[in-house]
């Protein structure tokens, strides 16, 4: 199996946590809470906010991999503009949903990010 492009395994247990090498993002596959529908969560955090996020019924290792081969780099920049200085701003909460909103200082572009808690995939 080929290996996984710009992430670097950082520690294997309890929790399975990958560094990217050029932006510096984290991966982690980490045990949920119990107030979560599935028991393994999977996600990709910039700057301490999570950009990406799955829950896993086990601690499927392998399925993460892959994900964070899809996934070389975490993509924040501005579609408007070719600035790649976007911030990750405030925090939008509908009933056990949580959005995180990315703004554009050169253009004034925002838009949310993906549900990343909740009950989606």
């Keep these: 199996m080929p290996r996984i492009t710009n992430w670097r395994r ?57 994900e964070l081969r899809e996934r070389p780099t975490p993509d924040l920049s501005c579609p408007e503009c070719t600035n790649d200085d976007v911030l990750i701003g405030e925090k939008a909460a509908d009933g056990a949903k949580v959005q995180r909103w990315y703004d554009c200082p050169n253009c004034g572009y925002e838009a949310p990010s993906c549900i990343v808690y909740g009950a989606e995939r």
């Excluded at 991966?27 to 829950?55: E, N, T």
């Design 10 to 66: 950082e520690s294997r247990s309890p929790t399975l946590a990958y560094r990217n090498t050029e932006t510096a993002a984290r991966a982690v596959l980490y045990q949920a809470p119990d107030s979560y529908r599935y028991k393994w969560r999977g996600a990709i955090l910039v700057d301490g906010y999570p950009v990406w996020s799955q829950g896993y019924e086990t601690k499927d290792a392998k399925s993460f991999r892959e």
